[in-house]
C-alpha cells in the first residue's frame, strides 16, 4: 500500500497549496490507492521521520520499501505507473517531464519570492523595496506562459503530469490577482483543477483541516 505523509493542520493561506496536494492529484489520475499519515511539528523533528526526509518536510512518499521526497520526484515516479501522467511514447514523456521541470524550475522559483514577501514578510522594508521587481518577473513568466498556450487546452496535445505540476505552482498565486489578469491561464487552471481526479484529491486533502477545526 502507499502511503503519503503529510501534515495534519496548516494556516489557512497554506491550505490546498501543501505539496501533498500535487502526490494526491497525481495519484487519483493513477487511479492508485493510498493512505495518508498526518503528522506534526514534533513528528518532523523525529529521528524515523528525518530518515524519510531530512528536511523534516512534506510530503513523504513510501511503497513497498520505497521512500520518495520532492513532490516533483515523487509526481514522476507515479507518472511511471500512469499513460494518464506520462505518455508512453519517448517523445511525449519527455515533453511532459520538460513541463514538469519548468513549472518548478522555471515558473515556481519567481512565483514562490513573490508569494513569500507577500504572506511572511510584507511590512518589513527591503521586502517593500524587492516586491515591485518580484511582481514584475512573475509577469513576464505568465505573460510568456499565456503565449505558449494560446488556444491550447494544455501546455501540449493532452493532459500530463507537466499540467498538474504547473497548475499547483500557478495556484501559489491564488492570494493576487495576477493569473486572473492573464484570461487563457486563468481558463487553464479552471481546465486543470476541473477534472475528477483533482476534486477527488483537493477533497481529501482538506478533509483533516476541517475535522481540525470542527
Request: net charge negative.
Amino acid at each position: 500500500m502507499i502511503t503519503v505523509h503529510t501534515f495534519g493542520w496548516v494556516p489557512p493561506f497554506a491550505q490546498g497549496l501543501v505539496r501533498d496536494m500535487r502526490v494526491r492529484w497525481a495519484l487519483e489520475e493513477a487511479g492508485l490507492a493510498y493512505k495518508v499519515r498526518l503528522i506534526d511539528a514534533e513528528t518532523q523533528q523525529a529521528p524515523d521521520y528525518r530518515a524519510l526526509q531530512p528536511f523534516g518536510q512534506a510530503p513523504v512518499y513510501e511503497e513497498d520499501g520505497l521512500s520518495l521526497f520532492e513532490s516533483g520526484a515523487i509526481v514522476l515516479h507515479i507518472g511511471e505507473k500512469s499513460e494518464v501522467l506520462l505518455p508512453r511514447d519517448q517523445e511525449g514523456r519527455a515533453r511532459a517531464v520538460t513541463w514538469l521541470l519548468c513549472a518548478l524550475n522555471t515558473m515556481e522559483i519567481v512565483i514562490q519570492e513573490l508569494a513569500e514577501i507577500d504572506l511572511f514578510t510584507p511590512d518589513e522594508d527591503w521586502a517593500k523595496e524587492r516586491r515591485p521587481l518580484a511582481e514584475a518577473m512573475v509577469r513576464k513568466r505568465l505573460s510568456e506562459l499565456a503565449a505558449w498556450l494560446g488556444d491550447r487546452e494544455y501546455l501540449e496535445d493532452r493532459f500530463t503530469a507537466g499540467d498538474l505540476m504547473m497548475t499547483t505552482v500557478l495556484q501559489i498565486l491564488r492570494h493576487t490577482d495576477l493569473v486572473e489578469n492573464e484570461p487563457v491561464l486563468a481558463a487553464y487552471v479552471r481546465r486543470c483543477t476541473a477534472r475528477p481526479a483533482y476534486q477527488r484529491a483537493y477533497e481529501a486533502h482538506m478533509a483533516a483541516f476541517r475535522k481540525k477545526a470542527s
